[in-house]
C-alpha cells in the first residue's frame, strides 16, 4: 500500500511542476491560480511522501518519488509544453524509469 501512496504522491509532483510551467506562461489572475495549483499539489506530495517513508526506506523513497516526478515532468514537458524528444533525451528517460523499477525490485 505504501508503494502506491508513494506513487501517487510522485503523480503531486508531475502536478506541481506542471503548474510552475503553466504559471510562467500566464499572467495575472490565471497566473495566480496555476501558483495555488502548485502549492496544494506540493503540499500533498509531501504528505504523500512523508507517509511512505513510514514504512519504506527514506533513501528509496525518495529516490523513486524523485524519479516518478522526473520522469513525468519530461513528458509533460514534451507533450504540453512542446519540448524537444530527441533520441538522447528519450534514452535517458528510459534508462532513469529502468532504475526506478530496479530500486523498487531491490527494496522491502
Given at each position: 500500500m505504501n508503494w502506491l501512496i508513494l506513487i501517487i504522491g510522485g503523480f503531486f509532483e508531475v502536478g506541481?511542476?506542471?503548474c510552475l510551467g503553466k504559471a510562467k506562461e500566464t499572467t495575472g489572475n490565471?497566473?495566480?491560480l496555476w501558483m495555488v495549483g502548485f502549492f496544494?499539489?506540493?503540499s500533498?506530495?509531501?504528505y504523500l511522501l512523508y507517509k511512505a517513508t513510514q514504512t519504506l526506506p527514506v533513501g528509496t523513497?525518495?529516490?523513486v518519488?524523485?524519479?516518478i516526478g522526473a520522469v513525468g515532468t519530461v513528458l509533460v514537458g514534451i507533450f504540453v509544453f512542446n519540448e524537444p524528444a530527441d533520441f538522447w533525451r528519450l534514452f535517458f528517460l528510459t534508462t532513469l524509469i529502468a532504475s526506478i523499477i530496479g530500486l523498487k525490485?531491490?527494496?522491502n
Amino acid at each position: 500500500m505504501n508503494w502506491l501512496i508513494l506513487i501517487i504522491g510522485g503523480f503531486f509532483e508531475v502536478g506541481f511542476a506542471a503548474c510552475l510551467g503553466k504559471a510562467k506562461e500566464t499572467t495575472g489572475n490565471t497566473s495566480l491560480l496555476w501558483m495555488v495549483g502548485f502549492f496544494v499539489s506540493l503540499s500533498i506530495s509531501m504528505y504523500l511522501l512523508y507517509k511512505a517513508t513510514q514504512t519504506l526506506p527514506v533513501g528509496t523513497a525518495y529516490a523513486v518519488w524523485t524519479g516518478i516526478g522526473a520522469v513525468g515532468t519530461v513528458l509533460v514537458g514534451i507533450f504540453v509544453f512542446n519540448e524537444p524528444a530527441d533520441f538522447w533525451r528519450l534514452f535517458f528517460l528510459t534508462t532513469l524509469i529502468a532504475s526506478i523499477i530496479g530500486l523498487k525490485f531491490v527494496s522491502n
